[in-house]
């Protein structure tokens, strides 16, 4: 048995919270809620003024794509692709080719930065460890870590770079502490 990943779905832009609704409709009425999960459109809430007033705003983070929690199964797959307003899935080679999913770290940040993640973050070091950052442009590089931000999963950490000290925003997952 295959296990629930997370696929990109690329939609009409514009239509991805039709292309949501059309696609759980389907889920129910053709029974395949066993193999298709949740069906998120990446939005963010942002408050604009109109007249002086605070207005909420949903914005799309990635327009004309769905991210889609689902079992790849044949029937699965074919009911996604074949769902009105769905153009195809990102990954796939096409020529019936099914698509590769979604990294966890990736789904997971987006999740999160959406506030609908699961999985807590489990880190081993707090306010004044040493931490060496694993990967990005200041891999192999070690800090002092200055703050948290736990909900979003970064930490503010001080590095040394050209002789000073600079505060730098780094994931959770990016980071380790240095044992001394």
Excluded at 13 to 37: C, P, Y
Aim: proline share 4%.
């Amino acid at each position: 048995m295959e296990e629930k990943q997370w696929y990109v779905v690329n939609t009409y832009a514009g239509h991805e919270n039709r292309v949501k609704e059309n696609l759980e409709k389907r889920v129910e009425t053709m029974g395949i809620s066993d193999f298709l999960f949740r069906i998120v459109v990446a939005e963010e809430t942002e408050i604009e003024y109109k007249n002086g007033k605070p207005v909420e705003k949903a914005h799309n983070l990635f327009p004309g794509y769905l991210f889609v929690e689902m079992i790849m199964t044949d029937e699965a797959w074919y009911v996604v692709r074949n769902t009105p307003g769905v153009t195809g899935f990102i990954g796939s080679s096409g020529g019936g080719a099914k698509p590769f999913p979604v990294s966890p770290d990736e789904i997971e940040a987006i999740l999160r930065r959406m506030g609908l993640s699961e999985r807590k973050l489990n880190v081993d070091f707090t306010i004044g460890d040493r931490v060496k950052i694993l990967s990005g442009p200041l891999s192999g590089i070690e800090g002092k870590v200055e703050s948290m931000d736990n909900e979003n999963g970064v930490a503010n950490v001080l590095c040394t770079l050209f002789g000073r000290e600079t505060p730098t925003e780094i994931s959770y997952n990016d980071l380790k502490k240095v044992e001394l």
